[in-house]
């Protein structure tokens, strides 16, 4: 669970750290000033993908399904940070799995001070149910979903950031 006192690292432009910090959730970027954020994609050999449903608690898509992410806190990499992000969220360790880094992409919210840098990575392995141990102040439960039922959640409009990363889940 992340701590209230959480630290992010400011980014500039270019995504490189300014050496600035700011605390988690205190939206105060300036125009040019990112935080870091990942996501990452979780797949079966089997072709489907793992996707969790958001708690209801959250003041944000509460309920909607997506992949495990969050935020790089200060001093952390984007990839350490996606690898901590799956564990916490789905108890999958996938350090040792196929794939990786895909790509980035940059969301600028003017006058919100919330600015920030998405690194996407898909990890390939296999895994049971079982295996699937949910953060439950985060998570509300998870399903293995094929491409169409994703598309199908996302055309409904309940799949966050699912234009973002769609490519993600071509295989």
Same mark, same amino acid.
């Given at each position: 669970?992340?701590?209230? /006192?959480?630290?992010?690292?400011?980014?500039? @432009?270019?995504?490189?750290? $300014?050496? +600035? &910090?700011?605390?988690? /959730?205190?939206?105060?970027?300036?125009?040019?000033e990112? *935080?870091? &954020?990942?996501?990452?994609?979780?797949?079966?050999?089997?072709?489907?993908?793992?996707? $969790?449903? +958001?708690?209801? $608690? %959250?003041?944000?898509?509460?309920?909607?399904? !997506?992949?495990?992410?969050?935020?790089?806190?200060?001093?952390?990499?984007?990839?350490?940070?996606?690898? +901590?992000?799956?564990? @916490?969220? &789905?108890?999958?360790?996938?350090?040792?799995? !196929?794939?990786g880094?895909?790509?980035?992409?940059?969301?600028?919210?003017?006058? !919100?001070?919330? /600015?920030?840098?998405?690194?996407?990575? +898909?990890?390939?392995?296999? =895994?049971?149910?079982?295996?699937?141990?949910?953060?439950?102040?985060?998570?509300?439960? =998870?399903?293995?979903?094929?491409? @169409?039922?994703?598309?199908?959640?996302? /055309?409904?409009g309940?799949?966050? *950031?699912?234009?973002?990363? %769609?490519?993600?889940?071509?295989?």
């Open positions: 669970m992340a701590e209230k /006192n959480e630290f992010w690292d400011i980014y500039d @432009e270019n995504k490189q750290r $300014t050496g +600035r &910090t700011m605390k988690r /959730n205190d939206w105060c970027l300036k125009e040019g990112y *935080h870091l &954020t990942v996501l990452g994609v979780v797949a079966a050999r089997d072709g489907r993908f793992l996707i $969790t449903k +958001r708690v209801m $608690t %959250k003041s944000w898509a509460p309920g909607w399904w !997506e992949v495990s992410g969050g935020a790089a806190v200060a001093g952390e990499d984007s990839k350490d940070a996606v690898l +901590r992000e799956i564990k @916490e969220e &789905t108890g999958l360790d996938v350090s040792g799995w !196929e794939g880094y895909l790509f980035s992409y940059k969301r600028e919210n003017p006058g !919100e001070g919330d /600015n920030y840098f998405v690194d996407v990575y +898909r990890f390939i392995g296999d =895994f049971e149910e079982t295996d699937i141990k949910l953060q439950e102040e985060e998570t509300a439960g =998870f399903r293995f979903a094929s491409l @169409e039922e994703i598309n199908a959640l996302a /055309n409904e309940i799949f966050l *950031h699912y234009n973002s990363i %769609k490519e993600a889940f071509e295989l």
